[in-house]
Every structure is written in C-alpha cells, then in structure tokens.
C-alpha cells in the first residue's frame, strides 16, 4: 500500500523562506509531484521529481530522496496569495495510480 | 479552451436522486483519474480510467458509485441514491498516457451538495 505523510498546517512571514516537507512510502515509486490549491478551486500543478536532487522553478523548488522516502518543497520570498494548501502526490509504478498527502496549509503572515 | 473540462460546477441533489458529473479529458489525453475531497481534506482517489477500460477502481466505494470513459464523450461518474455524505467536491484529472504522462492536469471540479 502507499501512506503519505505532510504537516497540517504551517505559517510564515511574507518574504521569508519556507520548506514543506512529504515523507511517503509506496510499494512502487514512479514519480512525486506538488500542488498548489486556494480554497475553493481545483489543485495547480507546481513540480514533479522521478530523480534524486534539486528541481528549481522560480520562487518554488522541490527537492527529491528516493532512498529516504522524502521530499520537500521551497517556497522562497513568500508573497501574500502563496497562501493555500499544498499537496504532495507520488505515482505507483505498478499501476500508475497517484496518490495524495492529506495537504499542508500554509498560511502567510504580514 | 484546451483544460480538462467538468460540468456541472456545482449540482444539488435531494437524498435518493441521482448524480451524473461529467469529465471531458484535455485533448490528447486518453486518461481520467476521479478525487473526491471533502471540506478541508486532502484528495481522496476514486477510479481511474482509459478509454472502454477501468484500470483501477480500488478507492470506489462498493455500492451506489460508477464511473465510466466511453470512447466517444466525456467520462462520467455517476453516484446512484446520493446520501449527505457524498456531499464533496468531485475533481477529474487527465494525462496522456501511462507512459510518458509525467503530470496530471485537472479540471476546476464539480460541488455536489445533497440535501
């Protein structure tokens, strides 16, 4: 089976730095994805890892350890509308069925 | 538009009645995954599905629920004697395929409310 663990809820200062974390464990591992998703609306797409390492994107980057089951997503320079739940997936290679974390919300605080 | 698209975006349904949520996948995707997310939950994986085929329909509860990808026409999910409980909002997800799909997009969900 495949269990994925996030924190519920975090907060920050604008123009900080902030690092979600996701630990997961899956009997097949094909791929980690993050969302982003605000209240109310359908999750957007922010970055997928199938490698160990660093993925940089902008503002937000996300950071890969299939050896230790982990990986964390940066938020840098935090702005005001960064505010929504994030949402870590991984992808199960024997089916391909993604599978969701429970979300973190992060709230931004001026 | 070239999104995934769902319609209804909201639907309301008395206890008992039917509900029909309907999912047309990004053009060239030929795969639907359906979530179910309740208030201040994360999303909850359903069915997914190819074209004429369920690939894996594991997080489908055992009655009332159907779901299906014709090959012509939208996906649909299809929830027989809705209850409160089903109360949530329905999100359909598409990729191109089980190979080379490294991300799903999805739609911007259907509210179902039963009352």
């Known amino acids: 089976g495949q269990n994925i663990d996030q924190p519920t809820e975090m907060t920050a200062t604008e123009g900080a730095i902030v690092q979600i974390n996701c630990t997961y464990q899956?009997?097949?591992?094909?791929?980690l994805f993050w969302y982003q998703q605000h209240a109310g609306e359908a999750p957007t797409f922010l970055s997928y890892?199938?490698?160990?390492g660093l993925e940089e994107k902008g503002r937000f980057s996300s950071f890969l350890s299939r050896s230790k089951g982990y990986s964390y997503l940066l938020l840098k320079e935090l702005q005001m509308k960064d505010s929504a739940s994030y949402l870590c997936a991984v992808r199960d290679s024997r089916d391909d069925k993604i599978i969701f974390g429970k979300g973190t919300r992060l709230h931004i605080l001026p | 538009n070239a999104g995934v698209m769902q319609n209804p975006r909201h639907l309301v349904r008395r206890r008992g009645q039917e509900a029909r949520l309907r999912c047309s996948p990004m053009?060239?995707?030929?795969?639907v995954y359906w979530y179910r997310q309740l208030p201040e939950e994360g999303l909850k994986f359903m069915v997914y599905l190819q074209k004429e085929n369920i690939i894996d329909e594991s997080g489908m509860p055992k009655e009332r629920f159907s779901a299906e990808f014709p090959k012509e026409g939208p996906s649909i999910l299809r929830i027989q004697q809705v209850v409160r409980g089903d109360s949530a909002a329905y999100f359909c997800?598409?990729?191109?395929?089980?190979?080379?799909?490294?991300?799903?997009?999805f739609g911007e969900g259907s509210w179902l409310t039963v009352v």
């Open positions: 890892n199938v490698l160990d």
């Open positions: 053009k060239g995707h030929s795969h």
């Open positions: 899956t009997s097949g591992f094909n791929g």
């Open positions: 997800a598409s990729s191109p395929d089980r190979v080379s799909g490294n991300t799903i997009y």
